[in-house]
């Protein structure tokens, strides 16, 4: 059976299930509206599919159910994937949740395989798709529209020349020091020298600002030309290895993979040596898009915002657009740091396509401000557009308007969203990626997206099931 086909019940199954196992509300108003959307699941098990040559037939893994619930349910109480493999396995109420039932649930790498198997553009299109649901059972009419953007930080150490010099030597010599276990004796010739580059790094790091004026310099050119060194030595390896083949096959697998790795490395490194170079020796001044500022999360930018407690942030910018009941209609992980008038036209664009209409009322914050943007919110047919003046001299009218109470009821509206976005950082776990790599970084910003929807649209649900039997 293969992961993803759902398994047969067994009697073991139903006996379970008339053990009269109760759900607690929100997570059985998930539980229901996923079973009443399969499209949601069948989103996933195309992702799960991919790939397989025999679909239907191999060994036991998780389904698409247990794949889409088991994430949710992750994101929803903040756990990792030791914590969720323990909890479910634990527990009945969370087994009935996440279709184990009586099986056997599976170890943490299983979930960790099943979750990386997803793509981002899949859990975009479930949550577009769990918006639309949601527009088609009433539970959101579009009339309000409020957005903002944050950062999500990457798992990163704050990045200066002399770490990143000192992280590509010990990377790149690591893992020569892999390989050579694997070859024969005598084909290696590597010098280790992380020592050297270490005692490099660790005197640039003490230096007070005074000997950084006259022994800066001179540290880092040593610590340059010992990454140099280092670069060249593996590569001369990699030329050396080129033709070898073990006659294990899972060992001349390994090597090929560390030969990968090592020309990975070696070609970040190559970029940190060249923007240290420029930026210390030569006093150049290097553009963000042109630094690296992880080796082992190439992809961070450097986000500016204006924040007091935290003038730069390392991470990605992402952008969130919600409606009036807490419902995250759009959300999107930018490129570089893109300033937030940049947004108004594509979120416009995106509301009217979800909701087949305008919003009334368009309330975002200062740095969405521009007069481009008033006139496409006035020309798109919004009737209250709060958006506060940003720098200027304000005109009487302009002046008048924002002290209105229209106005000022607007932006109460719009702080709504600052509180979706804590939620989403403490609750759902979307402060800091800690997985590695672009496309797991937006699988956690999706999966959070997610299973705040979820929630948002079952605490709806439960509502109006409630207003119901007032009502009869």
Not at 179 to 194: D, H
Not at 255 to 264: A, K
Not at 358 to 370: A, H, K, N
Not at 391 to 413: D, H, I, M
Request: hydrophobic residues 35%.
């Amino acid at each position: 059976m293969s992961r993803a086909q759902d398994p047969q019940f067994s009697f073991a199954d139903l006996e379970f299930l008339s053990q009269n196992v109760t759900l607690e509300p929100v997570l059985q108003a998930i539980s229901n509206f996923v079973d009443q959307h399969r499209e949601l699941v069948e989103k996933v098990r195309r992702d799960l599919a991919k790939g397989l040559k025999k679909p239907h037939t191999g060994r036991h893994g998780l389904t698409a159910q247990q794949t889409l619930r088991s994430l949710t349910l992750m994101r929803v109480k903040n756990w990792d994937y030791r914590e969720l493999r323990e909890r479910i396995a634990d527990g009945y109420t969370l087994r009935r949740f996440t279709h184990f039932h009586s099986q056997s649930v599976p170890q943490h790498d299983a979930f960790h395989r099943a979750f990386n198997r997803l793509t981002p553009a899949t859990l975009q299109a479930v949550n577009d798709a769990v918006v639309r649901a949601a527009v088609t059972l009433g539970l959101e009419d579009g009339k309000k529209l409020r957005a903002d953007s944050t950062v999500v930080e990457t798992d990163i150490h704050h990045p200066t020349d002399n770490t990143l010099l000192w992280d590509s030597v010990r990377v790149v010599s690591r893992l020569v020091e892999r390989l050579r276990e694997l070859l024969p004796p005598g084909i290696c010739g590597f010098t280790n020298r992380t020592r050297s580059a270490r005692r490099r790094m660790q005197e640039i790091q003490r230096m007070t600002s005074q000997q950084r004026g006259h022994s800066q310099v001179g540290k880092y050119r040593q610590l340059i030309g010992i990454t140099e060194q280092a670069v060249a030595d593996a590569r001369g390896v990699l030329r050396k290895t080129k033709n070898v083949r073990a006659v294990d096959l899972l060992r001349d697998i390994t090597i090929q993979s560390l030969r990968r790795e090592i020309e990975h490395y070696c070609g970040l490194a190559d970029r940190v040596i060249d923007q240290s170079r420029r930026r210390v020796l030569q006093g150049e001044a290097v553009a963000n898009a042109q630094k690296v500022f992880s080796i082992f999360e190439p992809h961070t930018d450097l986000i500016k915002r204006g924040k007091i407690l935290k003038d730069i942030e390392f991470g990605h910018k992402v952008f969130l657009a919600e409606g009036a009941r807490g419902l995250i209609t759009q959300y999107r992980v930018l490129d570089g740091n893109p300033s937030d008038q940049d947004q108004v036209k594509a979120t416009l664009d995106h509301h009217q396509k979800t909701f087949r209409r305008s919003p009334e009322l368009c309330s975002l914050d200062r740095g969405f401000f521009s007069e481009k943007n008033l006139g496409l919110c006035q020309h798109a047919g919004v009737k209250i557009v709060c958006v506060p003046q940003c720098g200027g001299k304000k005109t009487p009218e302009r002046e008048a308007y924002e002290n209105s109470p229209v106005f000022k009821k607007g932006q109460r509206f719009r702080a709504g969203i600052e509180g979706r976005i804590s939620v989403l950082f403490r609750g759902r776990g979307m402060k800091r990626c800690l997985a590695e790599g672009r496309q797991r970084f937006e699988l956690l910003v999706g999966a959070a997206v997610l299973a705040n929807n979820l929630m948002v649209i079952a605490q709806l649900l439960i509502q109006k099931q409630k207003r119901r039997r007032h009502a009869a």
